[in-house]
């Protein structure tokens, strides 16, 4: 493992809270991407991955029914030169 990887590894992932504007996939069973306003009404566009299922975190398709519903959820994720890369996300507690 190089330095670079060793230190970006250690960095904890950050973390969005909002409600989903968009979901694009090739099926309502995928999820390729999706963008969240957030509290502060920024727009932030995550790519999706293997997601973390640990601690109550969801699968990508249930971000489709947020979608609808207008219910936030809190976005783990990490930032690299090629974006914002989702690894978790959660209902939001109201």
Same mark, same amino acid.
């Given at each position: ?23 694009? !996939? ?7 991407? /999706? ?10 566009? /995550?790519?999706v991955g ?32 090629? !974006? ?11």
């Open positions: 493992m190089t330095a670079a990887c060793q230190v970006a590894s250690s960095i904890p992932p950050s973390i969005a809270t909002g409600v989903v504007i968009a979901v694009e !996939g090739p099926s309502a069973a995928e999820v390729d991407s /999706f963008s969240l306003r957030t509290d502060a009404g920024d727009i932030l566009n /995550f790519s293997r997601l973390d299922l640990a601690g109550g975190g969801k699968p990508a398709p249930h971000l489709r029914e947020h979608l609808v519903s207008g219910e936030p959820i809190r976005v783990h994720y990490t930032e690299s030169d090629s !974006g914002l890369l989702a690894i978790a996300y959660v209902d939001e507690p109201r």
